[in-house]
């Protein structure tokens, strides 16, 4: 397992992160985060240390379309933002995401 704070993670985030990352599937890291696939839904799961706060990204029906507004914003050619580490391709082609 990545190394994550859950004692530091506010509300109901402290025993849901730890379910989704124990139980979900990677999808990639984006610097502060790493972005989980759980039950539908991608998961931004604070790294340690990253002083930032778990949230939910997007349903994982809407990714292709999220990261697609995202690329038009902007400017970039590939629809996995050039940020992203450590990317689960596999699971980014099943959402036909290149």
């Not at 985030?13 to 999808?27: H, L, M, P, Q």
Request: charged share 20%; net charge positive.
């Amino acid at each position: 397992m990545r190394d994550y704070d859950f004692e530091k993670m506010h509300g109901i985030w402290k025993s849901y992160a730890r379910t989704i990352t124990a139980e979900g599937i990677f999808v990639a890291n984006d610097g502060n985060w790493d972005f989980w696939f759980y039950s539908g839904i991608v998961y931004a799961i604070p790294v340690k240390d990253s002083g930032c706060a778990a949230s939910t990204y997007c349903s994982a029906n809407s990714l292709r379309q999220h990261l697609h507004k995202l690329r038009r914003i902007i400017g970039y050619s590939s629809l996995i933002p050039p940020e992203w580490k450590q990317v689960n391709h596999q699971f980014l082609n099943h959402y036909g995401i290149y």
